[in-house]
Protein backbone atom coordinates (compact mmCIF):
# COMPACT_ATOMS: atom_id res chain seq x y z
CA UNK A 1 0.00 0.00 0.00
CA UNK A 2 2.92 2.29 0.89
CA UNK A 3 4.28 1.63 -2.93
CA UNK A 4 1.28 2.40 -4.04
CA UNK A 5 0.66 6.06 -2.48
CA UNK A 6 4.08 7.03 -3.23
CA UNK A 7 4.00 6.60 -6.98
CA UNK A 8 0.41 7.93 -7.41
CA UNK A 9 1.81 10.91 -5.01
CA UNK A 10 5.08 10.93 -7.27
CA UNK A 11 3.14 11.06 -10.13
CA UNK A 12 1.23 13.97 -8.84
CA UNK A 13 4.22 15.58 -7.90
CA UNK A 14 5.65 15.53 -11.20
CA UNK A 15 3.14 17.04 -12.98
CA UNK A 16 2.67 20.07 -10.39
CA UNK A 17 6.51 20.64 -10.47
CA UNK A 18 6.98 20.58 -14.30
CA UNK A 19 3.81 23.18 -14.28
CA UNK A 20 5.39 25.23 -12.11
CA UNK A 21 9.17 24.71 -14.20
CA UNK A 22 7.53 25.50 -17.37
CA UNK A 23 6.05 28.84 -15.51
CA UNK A 24 8.92 30.15 -13.29
CA UNK A 25 11.45 28.65 -15.21
CA UNK A 26 13.68 28.76 -11.86
CA UNK A 27 15.43 25.29 -12.69
CA UNK A 28 17.89 25.66 -10.00
CA UNK A 29 15.91 27.17 -7.43
CA UNK A 30 13.65 24.44 -7.80
CA UNK A 31 16.23 21.59 -7.93
CA UNK A 32 17.30 22.67 -4.03
CA UNK A 33 14.17 23.37 -2.82
CA UNK A 34 12.85 19.58 -4.09
CA UNK A 35 16.10 18.38 -2.83
CA UNK A 36 15.99 19.97 0.43
CA UNK A 37 12.47 18.90 1.17
CA UNK A 38 12.93 15.54 0.09
CA UNK A 39 15.71 15.16 2.85
CA UNK A 40 13.43 16.54 5.36
CA UNK A 41 10.95 14.26 4.65
CA UNK A 42 12.55 11.23 4.07
CA UNK A 43 14.09 11.99 7.76
CA UNK A 44 10.90 12.43 9.13
CA UNK A 45 9.52 9.55 7.54
CA UNK A 46 11.67 7.34 9.13
CA UNK A 47 11.17 9.24 12.83
CA UNK A 48 7.69 7.86 12.05
CA UNK A 49 8.36 4.39 11.82
CA UNK A 50 7.11 2.87 15.07
CA UNK A 51 4.68 0.81 16.12
CA UNK A 52 0.67 1.80 15.69
CA UNK A 53 1.40 5.15 13.25
CA UNK A 54 0.45 4.44 10.12
CA UNK A 55 -1.94 6.97 9.47
CA UNK A 56 1.16 8.91 9.87
CA UNK A 57 3.21 6.69 7.87
CA UNK A 58 1.01 7.01 5.16
CA UNK A 59 0.97 10.82 5.14
CA UNK A 60 4.81 11.04 5.41
CA UNK A 61 5.23 8.45 2.55
CA UNK A 62 2.84 10.98 0.49
CA UNK A 63 5.18 13.77 1.10
CA UNK A 64 7.76 11.85 0.34
CA UNK A 65 6.93 10.85 -3.38
CA UNK A 66 5.27 14.24 -3.83
CA UNK A 67 8.87 15.31 -3.34
CA UNK A 68 10.97 12.87 -4.24
CA UNK A 69 9.84 11.54 -7.72
CA UNK A 70 9.97 14.96 -9.09
CA UNK A 71 13.98 14.90 -8.81
CA UNK A 72 14.99 13.29 -11.77
CA UNK A 73 13.01 15.40 -14.21
CA UNK A 74 13.60 18.88 -12.87
CA UNK A 75 17.59 17.71 -12.75
CA UNK A 76 17.23 16.37 -16.23
CA UNK A 77 15.82 19.59 -17.33
CA UNK A 78 18.13 21.25 -15.37
CA UNK A 79 21.32 19.63 -16.68
CA UNK A 80 19.98 20.83 -20.15
CA UNK A 81 20.01 24.53 -19.07
CA UNK A 82 23.34 24.34 -18.06
CA UNK A 83 24.82 22.60 -20.90
CA UNK A 84 23.42 24.64 -23.35
CA UNK A 85 24.95 24.68 -26.29
CA UNK A 86 25.04 20.46 -26.27
CA UNK A 87 21.74 18.97 -26.95
CA UNK A 88 19.74 17.69 -24.26
CA UNK A 89 20.16 14.07 -25.12
CA UNK A 90 24.32 14.10 -24.82
CA UNK A 91 24.14 15.96 -21.61
CA UNK A 92 21.64 13.94 -19.65
CA UNK A 93 23.44 11.02 -21.17
CA UNK A 94 26.92 12.16 -19.93
CA UNK A 95 25.13 12.42 -16.58
CA UNK A 96 23.50 9.29 -16.22
CA UNK A 97 26.79 7.82 -17.87
CA UNK A 98 28.41 9.44 -15.04
CA UNK A 99 25.93 8.03 -12.25
CA UNK A 100 26.37 4.24 -13.57
CA UNK A 101 30.53 4.64 -13.88
CA UNK A 102 30.24 6.23 -9.77
CA UNK A 103 28.47 3.21 -8.84
CA UNK A 104 30.82 0.40 -9.94
Known amino acids: ????????AG???TVVVGYVMRRTRAY????????LSAV??????LLVMVPN???ALVFCTLLLGVTMLPILPVM???????AYPISEEVAT????????LCSC
Open 40 to 45: VFFIIT
Open 53 to 55: QFI
Open 11 to 13: LVG
Open 28 to 35: RSLLVGIV
Open 76 to 82: MENCAEI
Open 1 to 8: MLGFVIII
Open 93 to 100: GVVFSGTR
